[in-house]
């Protein structure tokens, strides 16, 4: 199963975080470690490290886990939960600067067919513009 | 001015400023509408009931360790981007002062040192800089008094200019930043709730405990 990059979807929304890890699901089925996190932690729309450590946990792949976010706290908060992973997971997970759906979708692709973490990231980091 | 800083006192301290936070929640929230999402009220409201829910503990710490308890709660209870935010803060500020004797009250250069090294730290993890709209611009404009000698009410002046002066700067960094130049003509609401704390922190030095703008 850890042969191939994790994808975490952290949004604002659970719902948004929900509805796009469906459509990666859809497109690449279970082989790739996938998992999603949206709220804040009172419920609200908004994000959570605490749940996002969680997430990265779910999808943990020796070969490292690309992030996917919305806006702007999910990013934040994205990389204050890697800065608290432990040491040797830190340098394995990134997060990809590229739109929430279309970037999960064509990282999970590359992921499937056995790309490294950079390859990963760069293919979805190509849906952004220069 | 008490040459001592016990838990007794630590244990003031944190209540009376998360109180004054939470006594704000719904300003801070009024602010945020007007430019952001909404919810800084409600967010910094949560993170500061959860620092009061573990008082005796953060307090019965020594300070350093108490203001990195304060920010790992702030990162993992907040939500928005001010948790990361402000518990970059509060977790540099604790490292900065990590030298300190137990039961030590911080002096004027150990203070300014240690808000300097957690500016820096914010500004990484926001990837921001004065003058872009946040809480930077009231903690930048504090550090520099509090480096330059002023007292109680001279940094709380400061604090309350340098929020006010927010109103007309345009936003770069977060949510705001999508208004563009809508978002011209509002106070950022992190730089009110920066506001809050150094006012309350300040009246509590200057002997006028809980007296904060």
Known sequence: MNDKVGIVIVSHSPDVAKGAADMVRQMVGNEVPLAFTGGDPGGGLGTSVETILAAIDRAWSEKGVAILVDLGGAETNSEMAIEMLPEDRQGRVVVCNAPIVEGAVMAATEAWGGATLDEVRRTAEELSPA | ??????????????????????????????????????????????????????????????????????????????????????????????????????????????????????????????????????????????????????????????????????????????????LGDRSIGHMDPGARSSEILISTLAAIAGGNSGAAA
């Open chain 2, 1 to 178: 001015m008490t040459t001592t800083l016990d838990a007794a006192g630590r244990r003031a301290l944190i209540e009376t400023a998360a109180a004054a936070v939470i006594a704000r929640a719904d300003e801070l929230t009024a602010l945020d509408q007007a430019i952001g999402d909404g919810d800084h009220g409600l967010n910094m409201k949560r993170g500061f009931e959860a620092v009061l829910a573990d008082l005796d503990a953060i307090a019965a710490k020594p300070l350093p360790e108490g203001l990195k308890q304060i920010g790992t709660t702030m990162v993992m209870k907040v939500g928005g981007a001010s948790g990361p935010l402000y518990g970059t803060l509060f977790l540099q500020l604790g490292k900065s002062l990590a030298e300190l004797a137990p039961d030590a009250v911080p002096s004027r250069a150990e203070l300014a040192a240690a808000l300097k090294a957690a500016i820096v730290a914010v500004k990484a993890r926001g990837k921001s800089e004065v003058g872009q709209k946040t809480l930077l611009d009231v903690l930048a404009p504090v550090q520099a008094a509090l480096a330059g000698g002023a007292d109680a009410a001279a940094l709380t002046a400061c604090a309350h200019e340098a929020a006010a002066a927010t109103v007309p700067l345009k936003a770069i960094r977060g949510r705001a930043s999508f």
